[in-house]
Structures are given as C-alpha cells and as structure tokens.
C-alpha cells in the first residue's frame, strides 16, 4: 500500500526557517518523481516544487523560488522541504504527492495527509 | 503561465441531481486536464486525468469532458458523499503547474 507521512511542521516566527519531511512507503520511492503542493487555510492548492525521480533537477513556483530547497535521499524513501525566510503567507497545509507513474507525469494519484505550518509572530 | 478558472464558484444542489462543473485555461493544454476531490480535512483525491480518464477506484457517475481550453466535471446522480470542494489542474505547461479556484458542490 502506497503511504506518504509528512511531518515537521510547526509554528515559526517570520523570517525563520523549517524543514519538512515526506516519509514514502509501498512503492519504489526512487523511480518516481515527487512533488510538494500546499494549501493555505480556507484556500486552494498551491503547486510549489517537483523533484526529479533521479534527483538530477528540480522546479519551483515563483513564490518560493530561492527560499525553498526540494531535496530526496531514495536510500531512505524521503522526500524534503528546506524552508527559509519564511513569512506569513507561507502559513498552509504543507502535502507531498506522488506522480501516477514513474516519470514526470504530473498526476498526482497518491497524497499525504499534509503538515501545518503557521509562520506567526 | 496557465490560469485555470474555475465556474460557478459554488453549486447547490440535491442529492440525486447532475453536477456540471466547468474549468476554463487561459491557453490551450490540450487534454492535460486534471480533476480532484477534496473533503474537509482530507487530502485531495484524483478522480479524472487527461480530461476524461477516470482514476482507478472512482465511480462510472464522474465524467470528464472537454478539451483546448473548455472542460467540464460531471457527476451523473449526486451521492451524500460527492458534497465536497472540486480542483481543475493542468500539467501541458509547467512549470508552474496550476490547480484552478475550486469549485464548491453544497447541499441544497
């Protein structure tokens, strides 16, 4: 059974910096692009990064480009989230997904349950 | 980048009525044309791909339709369970990949 677990969220001061983790299982992790969408609250999805299944590229929204680092170690099935300067616009449901099949397809047919991130003074 | 517009905002309808939902691209994205489903504290759920594919699992009352810039959504025969907010996403041009506003299905 496909299972995404993202974790690390919390509650951070503007300008601060996070990392979250996206825990893959039931699927071969390194075969397979993944992606990090958020949804900030009473609001809509939000696409923020894509990382490469061979993690030789990565791709980012405007809004986080420079600030946010997408990374992935296939040894341990992990997706990342490296998050800096961070304001309160980030505040959102952080979720990690996964491509319907190897490659960048785009079609995200497995989602975690997602994890909050509250940037606050 | 492609703006996906979403209409009408929200729906109201009764249990057993057809759904027409709509999603309009600012630029052609062929059949790159995305549905899902989201509850209430729950992660969105695909339903269609490629504007007409239906996801594993997802029953035949869901269709999509639809290419170029004008697609549609359509739920047969509303169930209690279908009452739940609805994304359009494109992946012909990324990035950025683009989710549309949400279409909202309520209880009438």
């Known amino acids: 059974e496909v299972q995404l677990l993202e974790s690390g969220g919390d509650l951070v001061q503007p300008g601060g910096s996070l990392r979250l983790s996206c825990a893959a299982s039931?699927?071969?992790?390194?075969?397979?692009?993944m992606s990090w969408v958020r949804q900030a609250p009473g609001k809509g999805l939000e696409w923020l990064s894509t990382i490469r299944e061979s993690d030789d590229g990565a791709y980012y929204a405007d809004s986080v480009k420079g600030r946010f680092t997408v990374s992935r170690d296939s040894s341990k099935n992990n997706l990342y989230l490296q998050m800096n300067s961070l304001s309160v616009e980030d505040t959102a449901l952080y979720y990690c997904a996964r491509a319907r099949s190897p490659g960048m397809n785009m079609i995200f047919d497995y989602w975690g349950r997602g994890t909050l991130v509250t940037v606050s003074s | 980048e492609v703006v996906l517009t979403q209409f009408p905002a929200t729906l109201s309808l009764s249990p057993g009525e057809r759904a027409t939902l709509s999603c309009r691209a600012s630029q052609s994205v062929d059949i790159n044309l995305l549905w899902y489903q989201q509850k209430p504290g729950q992660a969105p759920r695909l339903l269609i791909y490629d504007a007409s594919n239906r996801a594993t699992g997802i029953p035949v009352r869901f269709s999509g339709s639809g290419s170029g810039t004008d697609f549609t959504l359509t739920i047969s025969s509303l169930e209690p369970e279908d009452f739940a907010v609805y994304y359009c996403q494109q992946r012909k041009i990324w990035p950025p990949l683009t989710f549309g506003g949400g279409t909202k299905v309520e209880i009438k």
């Open positions: 039931g699927f071969m992790f390194r075969t397979y692009a």
